[in-house]
């Protein structure tokens, strides 16, 4: 089983970050599986880096932001991909600031609904005083 603490505070095992950030293992797998994680293995145990923490933490983000793994693991590609190479780098602002204006959009979007709940929520209390 993986669950056995590692000595080194930058490592970590696959129970640690699942616990750390309530996933399940086989969540971090199969992300290990779609290449975004690369721990490397002492025997059968998977030992996580920083990097492998921190990659997990904007996966996760990446999630919850509407990113697909795909762009995911293309974002991580264009990060480690040659910095000194300009097609690399406009790909990858390319691809960010269409993320930017997608993300964008969704807040105005979720500011009009916020405004409209607000306004309903308003309606029923006014109507739930007539009540009382």
């Known amino acids: 089983m993986e669950t056995k603490a590692l000595s080194h505070d930058e490592n970590y095992t696959i129970s640690q970050l699942a616990q750390e950030f309530d996933v399940t293992l086989r969540s971090i797998r199969f992300y290990e599986d779609q290449g975004l994680l690369k721990p490397k293995r002492h025997g059968k145990t998977r030992i996580f880096s920083r990097q492998d923490r921190a990659r997990l933490i904007l996966i996760l983000r990446?999630?919850?932001?509407?990113?697909?793994?795909?762009?995911?693991?293309?974002?991580?590609?264009?990060?480690?991909?040659?910095?000194?190479?300009?097609?690399?780098?406009?790909?990858?602002?390319?691809?960010?600031?269409?993320?930017?204006?997608?993300?964008?959009?969704?807040?105005?979007?979720?500011?009009?609904?916020?405004?409209?709940?607000?306004?309903?929520?308003r309606r029923c209390y006014k109507q739930l005083a007539k009540f009382e």
């Open 62 to 121: 990446g999630k919850r932001l509407g990113f697909s793994l795909m762009e995911i693991q293309e974002l991580f590609n264009l990060y480690d991909a040659d910095s000194n190479n300009k097609k690399q780098l406009q790909t990858m602002l390319n691809t960010v600031q269409a993320r930017q204006r997608k993300l964008k959009q969704q807040q105005n979007d979720i500011d009009l609904i916020m405004m409209e709940l607000n306004a309903a929520e």
